[in-house]
């Protein structure tokens, strides 16, 4: 089991920043995929970003690519997501994921509880 818990969400006006965390406990943070997604009102719940089990790789949505940063230290058993030039559009919850590789890819078994990004225009 991997516990993981959100943090960083907030109110922030367009073009502004926020720095979200996910602290996670209880396997070795090492041994998964991290990621990020987010979930507006009324849609699904969408990609944003991923990072590989030692932070060599990343990969982001079209979306927020440019904008926003993932990254993680395994000394701290945190991933982070930087995100920068807010819009509106990127309100939504944020969660982070724990993905596992099953052979075929991977399967993201561990959610945190999210944590809500609200971006005023």
């Known amino acids: 089991q991997v516990h993981m818990v959100e943090s960083g969400g907030g109110l922030v006006q367009a073009g502004g920043s926020l720095r979200l965390s996910c602290a996670a406990s209880g396997h070795t943070f090492g041994n998964y995929q991290m990621a990020w997604f987010r979930q507006a009102p009324g849609q699904g719940r969408e990609f944003v970003a991923r990072?590989?089990?030692?932070?060599?790789?990343?990969s982001y949505a079209a979306s927020v690519k440019g904008r926003f940063t993932i990254s993680r230290d395994n000394a701290k058993n945190t991933v982070y997501l930087q995100m920068n030039s807010l819009k509106p559009e990127d309100t939504a919850a944020y969660y982070c994921?724990?993905?596992?590789?099953?052979?075929?890819?991977?399967?993201?078994?561990?959610w945190g509880q999210g944590t809500q990004v609200t971006v005023t225009s």
């Open positions: 994921a724990a993905g596992v590789n099953i052979g075929s890819g991977y399967s993201y078994d561990y």
């Open positions: 990072i590989t089990e030692s932070g060599s790789s990343t």
